[in-house]
């Protein structure tokens, strides 16, 4: 089955005893046992396993080409989770342009429980084989980035992990299985915030990590999950599953939109840089080319001027809402640099948009009765 069949196959209907399309929600935290003490359902408690967790884990695992997957409360829940199954003395290879919150859980929850990371600009595969030592245990990617939207080779940076026998994970929450399967590139883990695209309508948090194989690192990653609790409710499972049904249609519309976008503001003359990959001229183009079917939905561009001039186009748009977080029906924007306070590395003249489902015509508008504060 292609993947788009597949994302809809997993509702996983109809019901077996209503016969239901829509499959059902199981609320129940606890599971009947048999005269013999065995759990015939295959479920007996629903911190170790539910039904709606389950059916995502096993859609998960599907689209990303993995064996296995683990759901989790948040996309930072997953991404703990992988790195609290290091030992202390291992050390971790970072993008320096991870997700920001994944910076701050590396630098101030790991780094005092002796977990050494070093950051470094993965698109720079010579510094990165520079920062790999034996005692390297994990090599953490992102691509696109963000903000600045670059893109890395993930081939290449899981055969310098694989060099030194640490593990490639890759953060494949912008593009999504849709646009990249980071396995099938040669990574050994994906994690997702699926909080955003697989979601899809901004009104459910949830994470994953999706493992190649069946093995003893992902069963420790389930350790984290079942004995350190941290599972998504069922109801947040059924809503991250059923996003996942539209997912196909939703990424199509999100990638042809912000590419109108980009080639607009490209064009305008408040905008000094647009950084999109689906732009000829985009460093990350070629390489967004080989390893992605396309774009994404994602963009981020330079005004002409800093950040009370960053804040004023944020300020002046009116259909597309002011706020973080990215990857739902409604655009996005933000100007990064204040929503991660001092320690941020975006620049001060840096907006991020999060490019939604509505007519690009629309959105064009919008954008240029921003720009036009600055005009
Ligand atoms: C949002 C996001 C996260 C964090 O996920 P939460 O669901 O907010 O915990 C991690 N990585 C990327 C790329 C994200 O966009």
Redesign the pocket.
Known sequence: MRIETLAVASSGGPDETSLAIAPPITLSTTFERAADGSYPGGFDYSRSGNPNRNALETALARLEAGAVAAAFP????A?FAVVFSLEPGDHVVSADDA?Y??TVLLNRLFEQRGVEVTFVDMADLDAVAAAVRPQTALLWG?TPS?PMIRITDIEALSDIAHGVDAIAAF?N??ATPLLQRPLELGADLVMH????YLGGHSDV???AVVSKGDDARFERIREVQVEGGSIPAPFDAWLVRRGLESLAARMTMHCANAGALARFLDGHRAVTKVHYPGLPDDPGHELAGRQMSDYGGMLSFHIDGGRDEALAVTAGVRLIAQAT??GGTHSLIEHRASAEGPTTRAPESLIRLSVGLEHPDDLIEDLERGLAALT
């Open positions: 948040s996309g930072m829940a991404t997700y919150g994944t992102e963000n953060d929450t912008w915030s699926t909080t955003k948090m949830g994470g977080s990215l």
